[in-house]
């Protein structure tokens, strides 16, 4: 079955980085795109950014630019997304996501990893 | 910034139909297909409604979404008390370049 296993919770200071890491299994990895997506304490979902895992192709949103940097290990088959100049208001649930269509221009994500909690405090 | 507009609450007694209403743009639902998502407390969303009105493989056919013009619906019949989730619709927004999601709606069974 498919599943994509996220890594534990992060306590970063402001100004750090952090780097969280997304194990698919169940799948083919390099057939279909993983998004990254987060969830501050009571806010709505916000897309971060894509990664065409078959040729290494990457998105980000405006929003994130310049901040944050997904990649890919094929051989682990784990994503990962790394965010940097961290802020307070970066603590949220961040989640990776499989896209439905494999392609990633599309907000269909059918199989989602379990979260990780960043605090920035 | 483009988003998707959802009421913030919605209820309903066991056996209803409720219905929530998702509202964007002519830059995401109004030229996109529109997808529906369910979160429980504490867990991950999960993917109810593609492409404006399919079910994904194990979703029981008491969900069903429609599209029309910018505005998209899901709709929930026969209401079970562990339908009470967190509802959130999205769509490509191509003005962003992006996902974008609705502020989601907390449906309540009373």
């Known amino acids: 079955q498919v599943q994509l296993v996220q890594s534990g919770a992060e306590v970063r200071k402001p100004g750090a980085s952090v780097k969280l890491s997304c194990r698919a299994s169940?799948?083919?990895?390099?057939?279909?795109?993983i998004h990254w997506v987060r969830q501050a304490p009571g806010q709505r979902l916000e897309w971060m950014g894509w990664?065409?895992?078959?040729?290494?192709?990457?998105?980000?949103s405006q929003k994130f630019q310049g901040r944050v940097t997904i990649t890919r290990d094929t051989s682990a088959s784990t994503a990962y997304m790394e965010l940097s100049s961290l802020r307070s208001d970066d603590t949220s649930v961040y989640y990776c996501?499989?896209?439905?269509f494999g392609v990633g221009y599309s907000s269909s994500f059918d199989y989602w990893g379990q979260g990780t909690l960043v605090t920035v405090s | 910034q483009s988003v998707l507009t959802q009421p913030p609450s919605a209820s309903g007694t066991p056996g209803q139909r409720v219905t929530i209403s998702c509202s964007g743009s002519s830059s995401n639902s109004g030229s996109n297909t529109v997808n529906w998502y369910q979160q429980l407390p504490g867990a991950a969303p999960k993917l109810l409604i593609y492409s404006n009105n399919q079910r994904p493989s194990g979703v029981p056919d008491r969900f069903s979404g429609s599209k029309s013009g910018t505005s998209a619906s899901l709709a929930i019949s026969r209401l079970q008390s562990e339908d009470e989730a967190d509802y959130y619709c999205a769509s490509w927004d191509g003005s962003l370049n992006g996902p974008v999601f609705g502020g989601g709606t907390k449906l309540t069974v009373l």
């Open positions: 169940g799948y083919t990895f390099t057939s279909y795109t």
């Open positions: 996501a499989r896209d439905l």
């Open positions: 990664i065409n895992i078959g040729n290494g192709n990457t998105k980000y």
